[in-house]
Structure formats: C-alpha cells, structure tokens
C-alpha cells in the first residue's frame, strides 16, 4: 500500500470511533478504490467520509490532489464509548450474578492534581457500575501503615483492582509499595510481574498500564496498520514509553525507540508509520519530522505561557500540532486525545480483573 492509500484509508477508518467496527472498516472499501484509480491523490474530507451521500467531494478531493489537515483521533469520544461498553457489560454480568468489579484507590496526601484524578476515577467507578472502595491517607502517614491499607485490599474478595495514587511523599518507597499490589489486582500494570510477561513473548500480563494501552485501543479502533509498519516511539518511561513501545511490537511493528541520548532523533522519526510522543517537551515533535500519511499519537500534556489565555497558559502536547496536522493522517489533539482514554481503561482493566476472577 503507498503512503497516499494508506493516507485516505486512515481518514476513512476514523469515520466514528463509536460505531462498530464492522461499519468503519466498510466506510474504507470507498477510498481504497479511488486510492487504487488515483495513486497520486491525496486524502479526502473527514466530514465527506462521514456520510455516504457525500462520497462526491471525497473524490473531488482526491481528483484535484487536494492535501486536507488530518483526521482528528476523539480520545473524549471514544473514551465515552468504551465506558457505555463497560457499562452495558457489567449491567449484563450483575443481571446474571448479582456481582459487580469493586476497584479501590488509596490516595496519599492532599497534592490537588492527584485529588482531581481521583475524583475522576472516582466518577468513572459511578458511571459504569464499579464498586469504588477508597482510604485517604494523611503526608505523613508510615510506609508500614501504607503497605498494611494495600495488604487489606488485597484480601478482599469485593475488591478486584488496586490503584494507588502517584506520586507518593518522598518518606515512602513508592517501589515497595507497587511491588505489595496484588499482581492480579495491579489495575495500573505497573507490578514488576506485569511488566514482565509484557515483555515476554506468548505471555499475557493481567494488566497493561492504563495511558500506553489507550494510546493502542485508539490506533485500533480507528483502524490504524500495525502489523508490518514502522513505529516510533519518543520517550523510555516505565509508564507511557517502555510499555508502548511493547505493546506496538506484540503487535509486529518494528519499533524504536527515541529518548534523551538519541542522536538526531528527527531523522528516526521522519521513518515512523506511527508515532507515539511521551517525552514530555512541549511542541518537540515539528512538522518536517513527520513522514506524510503517518499517524501520531501525542501523550504530552504541557502548560506554555499565553497571556491572551484567562489562565496565563494554554495546554499544548508533545508535537507541534499545528504543523503536524498539515502533514500527518490521523493525530489526538491535547486537550481531547489521549488523557480521557487513560481513567477508560482503568475501568476496563478492573472489569478485566473481575471477569477473570470469576472465570468468564
């Protein structure tokens, strides 16, 4: 497939990320044919694809060689899908078994970032049906005390995911306390267990961790190539990096890996099919660094000062959006793309954890 078929047939897989699959994969067959009978024509308009009476300006579009901004990957939209898919399953297994997942969250201290979080895990529990456990701790509270509170969830029957809120107080040994999760409940996928039958090859972790799992979930629902492609991904962290870039080459991409000591990383990325940007730089990835027909997937999350902005900033993500757009097929935009994917999957992996538990 050229870099233009593939361009086009992005821009029709991302249709509505929340409609079956069966239904984006049939709104492609139109742009691989006009890809096929035009092989130098560009993408075609997102709202075009959108619906099938307006098939003409897709190929209007691709007649005039017509280059349009990428598709936009709706994290907020397709984060709302899987839960009213968690949802409906767990109404069903309750009907059926009058159980439900309970997920517990233990929050350390009163850091306000870390609060909001758990509020919003929190309001996913309500949404969907979970059963949400939670202990607040105080600053100050003891390691002992801490891994005691973790040990009491475990033994739990109720409870089928652990999240303990990070970043812990510095007193604490936050790997001690990761390694006392239950490897089974390890909801975050951070457990040292995890990790390793991540890594290993016709092993199945019980948990992928939450943000590099929804980067994947939305490839895949908007039915992005893996298999055989090139990715990139920028950044090595044990909660975005390390674990994207595996998951990417269980899924037979060839991956690389572009960090802090990577010489020229431009030249790499300009390679990439995907590209998954977790290096926490805002606006590192430009334009020129992206092949066209690529698809990235921006993790960032960075405030840049703006004084026209009420707040005195404005959120920006780890690529140069504005240029990227111009040249990529598909991108998440910051806010909206990756972020609400994050607490989805949470949500799925606790219902994960309780299917398997009770032995669906």
């Avoid at 949404?127 to 891994?147: M, R, Y």
């Avoid at 107080?169 to 006392?180: C, F, Q, S, T």
């Avoid at 607490?343 to 954890?353: H, R």
Wanted: hydrophobic residues 40%.
């Amino acid at each position: 497939m050229t870099t233009i078929q593939m361009s086009v047939c992005f821009k029709a897989n991302a249709v509505n990320a929340s409609a079956p699959r069966t239904s984006v994969r049939a709104a492609c067959n139109v742009p691989r044919r006009l890809a096929a009978a035009h092989p130098k024509a560009a993408l075609g308009s997102r709202v075009a694809l959108q619906q099938r009476k307006a098939c003409s300006s897709v190929q209007r579009s691709l007649k005039n060689d017509v280059y349009a901004s990428a598709v936009l990957i709706d994290g907020k939209a397709t984060a709302a899908t899987v839960r009213q898919e968690i949802k409906d399953e767990i109404e069903r297994i309750k009907t059926a078994t009058g159980k439900v997942p309970g997920l517990a969250v233990v929050l350390v201290g009163a850091r306000k970032d870390s609060e909001t979080y758990v509020r919003s895990k929190k309001k996913g529990c309500e949404e969907t049906g979970i059963a949400s456990f939670g202990t607040d701790l105080p600053e100050d509270v003891t390691e002992d005390e801490l891994l005691e509170v973790v040990r009491k969830y475990n033994a739990d029957p109720a409870v089928h995911g652990i999240l303990v809120q990070l970043p812990l107080p510095k007193h604490i040994n936050e790997e001690r306390v990761l390694g006392e999760i239950s490897f089974e409940k390890d909801v975050d996928g951070f457990h040292p267990l995890n990790i390793g039958y991540l890594a290993q090859r016709g092993r199945n972790p019980m948990a992928v961790a939450c943000t590099p799992k929804g980067c994947i979930e939305l490839l895949e629902r908007y039915n992005v190539q893996i298999s055989g492609k090139i990715a990139v991904v920028i950044g090595r962290s044990n909660i975005v990096g390390m674990p994207a870039a595996l998951l990417l080459q269980r899924r037979d991409a060839t991956v690389t890996v572009v960090h802090s000591r990577t010489p020229n990383p431009e030249e790499i990325i300009r390679k990439a099919d995907i590209i998954i940007a977790a290096v926490g730089i805002p606006e590192f990835v430009k334009g020129d660094w992206v092949k066209p027909g690529a698809a990235v997937i921006d993790v960032g999350i960075n405030a840049v000062d703006d004084a026209t902005k009420k707040r005195g900033y404005r959120l920006v993500g780890d690529v140069a959006f504005d240029e990227v757009k111009e040249v990529a097929a598909c991108i998440t935009p910051v806010p909206g793309g990756v972020g609400p994917m994050t607490i989805a999957m949470l949500l799925q992996n606790t219902l994960e954890g309780f299917k398997r538990e009770m032995g669906m």
